[in-house]
């Protein structure tokens, strides 16, 4: 995890992390002290000045819903992409799987199209944030720059030399300036341009949903404007870079990304799926502890400060904020209406699990290293919530396909529309993890790269690689492009 390796080596002198020696007892402890003295030090989070994203009024007609999204993809591929955290392996990783999805082309309605060109949602956490973000801001323009600019840097010693850089420390002793803001300026600076959320926008991208944890009640919340309509502030107008941030947070490391909660100053009102579930009274369903955490987020005066971390902290894949928004609007069918994919006949998940090992090896000594136990501890506890979050996502996608088919031919029926084929739909779960590589040995060396901001080029190399031949050679992704290719669509992979 990102939070050992700062305090186990990263965040030691660079003289000392750049030549690679040992490094003596007393000086890890002058170290550590140093770290803790400065972390302690800094360690309050400055408020964002919420008048400046102030939502006056809630119209879902416009700002950045994804029922504003636009995209040039065919309305029958519901095609969503999620990326993981795990630092500049996961960039990485998210990279490696959109290089392949640019290299693989489709025909359809006699148009040779890339399958990149189909995606119409990226959802992401922590380090695959960073690519996500970037790609929804820039397109195609990632495969150009993005990996000299972001994966190959250390971007972990950048970071150091700015939190320790004496210059900020008068800043970072008041309230006007923290550790994740200036760790945000340089984001902006390196990557994003000053660009705000609202930029991500594009006809030629798809839909990007960064999501942090709000750890009051341990809620996911995605920058998208409606999860953002129930604290009255307007997320468009919010710097990528605040967004990435937030996802990336990591505690201790890093202060939270705050906002003041303005939900009692605008003309904001409980939707409508929020009242029916508190209604139902339901205490044993997901759409009940969602609507209820939406109400007590409108008791400013017992909750007036959002606080956003690193959103590894309530789900590492990002997949949860899928599985969100389809409960909200009641149902698949509602949330294909929704994004405009009524015609959609293959919905399509790729997750891209950028997981490292949980296993440590502790039968070899007679007792484990701390910093060994605390990294099981945490990679068994992500990885653990991981599975049971794809196997939620499978089974929602699996009810996907009933909804869809009773309630389209339903509503086709009574609209007096042809029914022939308004029951085809077909869902695709596709993982990509390191687990699933052919070559063992290769596995374990992709199992063992931690999760850092620092990686060596041939690191960089192996799982960009690795993600493309184990995405190509999934039998889930198989399955997907031979059904394209039988039903009146022509397949072909560009080497």
Not at 23 to 36: A, D, N, P, Y
């Amino acid at each position: 995890m990102i939070f050992v390796n700062i305090f186990r080596l990263n965040l030691m002198p660079m003289s000392l992390r750049l030549k690679n020696k040992p490094v003596v007892q007393k000086g890890f402890c002058r170290s550590f002290i140093s770290v803790l003295f400065v972390c302690i030090f800094v360690s309050a989070c400055t408020i964002k000045n919420s008048t400046d994203y102030f939502l006056t009024d809630v119209d879902t007609n416009k700002g950045y819903y994804l029922s504003n999204s636009v995209s040039n993809g065919s309305d029958s591929i519901l095609l969503v992409l999620s990326f993981s955290g795990g630092g500049t392996r996961a960039a990485t990783m998210a990279y490696g799987v959109l290089e392949k999805l640019k290299q693989t082309y489709i025909e359809i309605d006699g148009e040779k199209r890339s399958l990149l060109n189909e995606v119409d949602l990226i959802t992401s956490v922590s380090g695959g944030s960073f690519t996500a973000a970037y790609y929804g801001l820039y397109g195609d323009q990632v495969f150009t720059d993005f990996e000299q600019k972001f994966l190959k840097r250390n971007f972990q010693a950048d970071l150091y030399r700015l939190l320790f850089s004496p210059w900020h420390w008068p800043g970072l002793s008041t309230s006007t300036l923290d550790r994740s803001d200036l760790a945000a300026q340089y984001l902006d600076k390196l990557l994003f341009d000053g660009a705000t959320i609202d930029a991500m926008q594009r006809a030629d991208t798809p839909f990007i949903m960064i999501n942090a944890s709000e750890v009051g009640f341990g809620t996911q919340i995605a920058f998208e404007q409606r999860q953002f309509d129930m604290f009255c502030l307007d997320v468009a107008k919010m710097p990528v870079s605040t967004a990435v941030m937030a996802s990336s947070a990591v505690p201790l490391a890093f202060s939270p990304i705050t906002f003041e909660n303005k939900s009692d100053q605008c003309d904001n009102k409980l939707p409508r799926w929020v009242r029916k579930a508190l209604d139902k009274g339901d205490t044993r369903s997901r759409n009940y502890h969602l609507a209820h955490k939406y109400k007590t987020f409108q008791d400013v005066e017992n909750y007036p400060y959002i606080h956003l971390y690193d959103g590894v902290l309530t789900d590492n894949l990002g997949l949860r904020s899928i599985i969100n928004v389809f409960e909200r609007q009641g149902g698949a069918w509602k949330t294909l209406k929704l994004i405009n994919h009524q015609n959609v006949r293959k919905a399509v998940v790729i997750v891209v699990d950028a997981k490292s090992s949980s296993a440590i090896d502790s039968g070899r000594d007679k007792q484990i290293k701390f910093k060994d136990a605390l990294n099981s501890a945490l990679n068994v506890s992500i990885n653990s919530l991981s599975f049971e979050t794809i196997s939620m996502m499978r089974e929602n996608m699996s009810g996907w396909r009933d909804q869809v088919t009773i309630d389209r031919c339903w509503e086709y029926a009574n609209q007096n529309i042809e029914q022939t084929d308004c029951y085809e739909i077909e869902p695709y779960l596709i993982e990509v993890s390191f687990d699933a590589h052919p070559n063992d040995e290769e596995m374990h060396e992709l199992q063992r790269i931690p999760t850092t901001f620092n990686l060596s080029d041939g690191q960089v190399d192996l799982i960009k690689k690795s993600a493309s031949q184990v995405l190509d050679e999934s039998a889930e992704f198989q399955r997907l492009l031979n059904d394209l290719a039988d039903s009146h669509t022509r397949l072909s992979v560009q080497e």
